[in-house]
């Protein structure tokens, strides 16, 4: 085999290990969050209006027990029409891509938040959700 040969061959490798980590990545990082930093980024990027209160709503619906449930299922909340429409059900993988940037993931949504880059916060704030039942 050529230098070059040998060269491309390790490259494609080295593209599809890396492709590989990267497509397994969301479906590993919310199941490693740490609930206790989950809890405060809650405190910090979801309190002012969110409650984790079964049946306490604030500026948005109560996040209590949300991780398996339909979006816009809370009776009592006035939901937007593209939240309603959107089908979703709120898996750690829907709530990492919502989290990340709302607007995006539900156009026409109402929540005024533009989204959670960091995905190590994220995956902490999913443990933390999925542990309130």
């Not at 709120?90 to 026409?108: C, L, M």
């Not at 109402?110 to 959670?116: F, I, P, R, S, V």
Request: charged share 20%; hydrophobic share 45%.
């Amino acid at each position: 085999m050529s230098l070059v040969g040998a060269r491309w061959k390790r490259a494609a490798r080295g593209t599809l290990i890396a492709g590989a980590v990267f497509a397994l990545a969301p479906a590993v990082s919310w199941g490693a969050g740490d609930t206790q930093a989950g809890l405060d980024v809650f405190a910090g990027q979801c309190a002012e209006c969110h409650s984790m209160k079964e049946g306490k709503n604030k500026k948005g619906p109560s996040l209590f027990a949300v991780v398996g449930r339909k979006a816009a299922a809370i009776a009592d909340f006035k939901y937007s029409d593209a939240m309603k429409s959107s089908g979703y059900t709120w898996t750690p993988e829907q709530i990492d891509a919502y989290v990340t940037a709302p607007k995006k993931a539900v156009p026409g949504g109402t929540m005024k938040y533009d989204g959670l880059p960091d995905a190590k916060a994220r995956a902490d704030l999913i443990a933390y959700l999925a542990s309130v039942k």
